[in-house]
């Protein structure tokens, strides 16, 4: 089980962290990305992170986006600065079996409730 949180409504520019924690013993097992879904658009992918720490990142969130996991406390985080309106979303962290992530919504076996994030200009 995923649960997301860190969400909240910021201002253009400003940084916020999101947390997504799991729960059971098994989380260095699994590949782990965040996804987002803006308002009237198909959910994409924004970072992933592999079991070994590599990591992934769509172009539009490379430079302003870190994806890190702390494998001790089950949870991964999504530091978010630079942020700017088009990042609004309600973002979703997601868990997959096997060693890296993936941008592909169906490898994924696991999925958080998702955390709103509004970006004001």
């Known amino acids: 089980q995923l649960q997301a949180s860190g969400g909240g409504l910021v201002q253009a520019g400003d940084s916020l962290r999101l947390s997504c924690a799991a729960s059971?013993?098994?989380?260095?097992?699994?590949?782990m990305g965040w996804f987002r879904q803006a308002p009237g658009k198909e959910r994409e992918f924004v970072a992933g992170?592999?079991?070994?720490?590599?990591?992934y990142y769509a172009d539009s969130v490379k430079g302003r986006f870190t994806i890190s996991r702390d494998n001790a406390k089950n949870t991964m985080y999504l530091q978010m600065t630079s942020l700017k309106p088009e990042d609004t979303a309600v973002y979703y962290c997601a868990a997959k079996t096997g060693w890296s992530p993936s941008q592909l919504m169906r490898d994924y076996d696991y999925w958080g409730q998702g955390t709103q994030v509004t970006v004001s200009s």
């Open positions: 992170i592999s079991r070994a720490g590599n990591l």
């Open positions: 059971g013993r098994t989380f260095g097992s699994y590949g």
